[in-house]
């Protein structure tokens, strides 16, 4: 017996290992990634590693003459990971609206969560007939890195399931999730309304009424995390005429949320932010995108984006301290 779990143990730390064709970059500063137009990072911590999830802003032709409409093309969400925060591991393209058999396109917001030695990739897809709109769904993998397949064959949140709002077919959008201690799993997302609502223990199914958090400003991007027993709701919030950061404190989920103000500036030369935060080695990070660097000759832009990274500080009420965002060579 103690000889099986032995091979198991080793067999999953193979797993969440690097591989020796994997590729490794050093962390030089802000764009942290800078081999490719990266947006929406969310963060995992997972034993030793914490793991970066991404959606890869792609080139596609005419993009450098489009003017509104199609603003992005992301196929795929690629993963990145580090035991150090400066080493990181390319691990390539973890999962695709492909994986989803209702999607028919586009790879927005996401964020993985582990519960129970299965890892949930909540995510934004484009979902076709007869759910047509952005929607959101769920991949299941035994391992971090995948290959993650479909949770339950359908989305998990449709548009027909909440109001429109302002947004329209494309308010569901951006999904966040965050696990209690006593083991109660929420989901929040939107775009223009911030939706909350229970996740069974399953992780595949809402559980009850679909709640609207009412936060100053809100637009997208919400983020849940949890430090000494206050909640924390982060999200991209309207500047001026651009997203910066804001978030919202409460004592448990079911709130009331208190505004707490913004947490960053509006993003070097891009439209959108998104942030993810969570602790790494007694460390707190704030990630969140750019548009500020420069790839094979393009620029970036509003789909040509970059990931950053930043150390995020507390003050003794709680509260978080504005986060000054640095800039690499
Ligand atoms: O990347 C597409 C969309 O832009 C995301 O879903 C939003 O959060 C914004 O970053």
Known sequence: MKHILSIGILCLLAACSPKENQKIFVYEGNPLVRNNFTADPAALVHGDRLYLYVGHDE???????????????ITEWLCYSTTDMKNWTEHGAVLSPADFKWAVGEAWASQVIERDGKFYYYTTVQAGEPCVGKAIGVAVSDSPTGPFTD??????????????????????????????????????????????????????ELDGDIAVVDLPEYVEGPWLHVRNGIYYLTYASMGEGRENIAYATASGMEGPWTYRGELTGMAENSFTIHPAIVEFKGKWYLFYHNAALTLD??????GRRSVCVDELHYNEDGTMQYVEQTKGN
Do not use: H
């Open 59 to 73: 080139y596609y032709a005419g993009q450098d003459t489009a003017s509104g409409g199609r603003e992005f093309n």
């Open 151 to 204: 949770a339950i064959g359908r989305p998990l949140v449709t548009d027909d399931m909440t109001s429109n709002g302002a947004r329209g077919w494309w308010n569901d959008i951006d999904p966040t999730v965050l696990v209690e201690e006593d083991g109660q799993a929420w989901l929040c997302w939107g775009n223009g309304t911030c939706f909350l609502a229970r996740l069974k223990p399953n992780m595949t």
């Open 297 to 302: 000759g393009r620029a970036g832009a509003i």
